[in-house]
């Protein structure tokens, strides 16, 4: 099946476009917002130790499963779940990565709607401080009114709806193009600015220097593994649908390094931006979820030239959401794009329904704040059930898939791995990865 174009006939103009898409996919709010309060809450240099090696043994090997995956079908993350000598059955596991992206989008784009919010606050001067409000004043007020979160999620879906329309090539791979490199010339701009801060030794030390006590916690690993999987964007079909875009002749092994360094690294420097202003103004790095909406604006308020650190932080966090919500948005598409829908029509009508089931997300801290499901409120309860629930069921159908329902030959020869090489990544996916996705499912199941 190599060799041939997808079956609606877009495909990547460059090997560059594709990796900054890819990135652009891994790359969102969970590099910087999500990956800060994790390491904060799990010891910081021991959580980043735990954190990297899990990228490199438990998400690499995934993340190449899927490209491969991909790359070998030719066509849409349903359909790559298909064998001459396995059942059709295996088809529902293609249809399940694409409910997960559904429901990870929904909510995502709630979130993404909070960062907006933040940014444009930040450029006309309206931040909570700013107006005389504290922080947790500006953040509950906002996110309890029963208008705004609303009318944020909507221009962030649409934003979003707007990219994915433009298509494969015009949109998706034309704002990576101009907005990856952007991000990161803008990352390594605060990691600079924090560094020149007083305390900046300190908070480097938290992000570098393991306390080794910290690896006794069981919880550190658990943590490290969720992180891992959730921040390279795999179980949830993208990576497969971006690699059905892809040329007959891509080194799927290289690309894969690539975006886990790339992803990686984001991360780090994230860090690197942020720790060290936490510990030059006496902030607690394991402030949690909290971290970008209140405890930094705190901290943005007592710094020197801070209205434009927030600027460029709201502006880069919402950048980066942007290319994550695309990717999202473009896996159902795919599917319907290859049954026939056209592009406009797809993105609009799943954009739209994307919107309306998050709609409850986004007045969950409202209206709808008594609402409880299994002891949490509606987002956090979407995000447990698709993203700690769905997530790791994805990504062990794929694992499965891969590395027992194709054919040896095949799964290894799909990878453009020398033979040896090609054996040890099966070996990893079929049991180390296999086992690492269990663990996070059984450990969320208990929770």
Request: charged share 10%; hydrophobic share 60%.
């Amino acid at each position: 099946m190599r060799g041939t174009k997808p079956a609606d006939g877009e495909i990547w103009s460059s090997r560059a476009g594709f990796i900054l898409a890819a990135l652009g996919c891994a790359i969102g709010i969970g590099n910087v917002w999500r990956f800060a309060y994790v390491a904060g809450d799990n010891g910081g240099g021991a959580f980043l130790l735990v954190y990297v090696a899990c990228v490199v043994l438990i998400g690499l090997p995934l993340l190449l499963a899927e490209l491969a995956l991909g790359s070998r079908a030719r066509a849409d993350v349903v359909r790559a779940f298909s064998n001459p000598h396995a059942s059709r059955a295996w088809q529902a596991a293609g249809a399940l990565a694409v409910l997960v992206a559904f429901l990870i989008l929904s909510y995502y784009a709630v979130i993404a709607g909070w960062v907006c919010k933040y940014f444009v606050d930040y450029v006309i001067g309206a931040y909570p401080t700013a107006s005389g409000s504290t922080p947790e004043e500006g953040f509950r007020a906002f996110v309890s009114d029963p208008l705004q979160p609303l009318l944020w999620h909507a221009l962030f879906m649409a934003a979003t709806a707007g990219v994915v329309t433009a298509g494969v090539e015009k949109g998706i791979e034309r704002a990576s193009r101009v907005l990856m490199p952007l991000l990161a010339v803008l990352i390594l701009l605060l990691a600079g600015y924090a560094l020149s801060l007083p305390g900046a030794a300190r908070g480097l030390a938290f992000l570098f220097v393991p306390d080794w006590s910290a690896l006794a916690a069981p919880g550190i690993y658990l943590a490290a593994l969720g992180q891992a999987f959730f921040s390279i964007g795999v179980g949830m079909g993208v990576m497969i649908t971006y690699g059905s875009y892809l040329r007959s002749n891509e080194r799927l092994a290289a690309s894969a390094g690539m975006i886990a360094a790339g992803d990686t690294l984001f991360a780090i420097v994230a860090g690197m931006a942020i720790f060290p202003i936490v510990f030059s103004f006496g902030m607690d790095p394991a402030s949690g979820p909290a971290l970008a909406f209140i405890t930094l604006p705190k901290v943005f308020a007592l710094m020197p030239g801070g209205a434009w650190f927030g600027l460029a932080f709201f502006f880069l966090l919402s950048a980066a959401a942007l290319t994550s919500a695309v990717s999202l948005l473009e896996v159902p598409v795919a599917v319907a794009r290859n049954r026939g829908w056209p592009r406009a029509g797809a993105t609009a009508l799943i954009a739209g329904c994307a919107f309306l089931a998050g709609v409850p997300s986004a007045l969950g801290t409202g209206p709808l704040a008594d609402v409880r499901i299994g002891g949490r409120g509606i987002l956090e309860a979407v995000d447990f059930f698709a993203a700690e629930l769905l997530l790791p069921v994805a990504g062990i159908a794929v694992v499965l898939f891969v590395g027992w329902g194709l054919p040896r030959g095949e799964a290894l020869g799909a990878t453009g791995l020398p033979p040896r090489a090609a054996r040890s990544w099966l070996a990893a996916l079929r049991y180390l990865v296999l086992t690492a996705l269990l663990v996070i499912l059984g450990a969320a199941a208990l929770r």
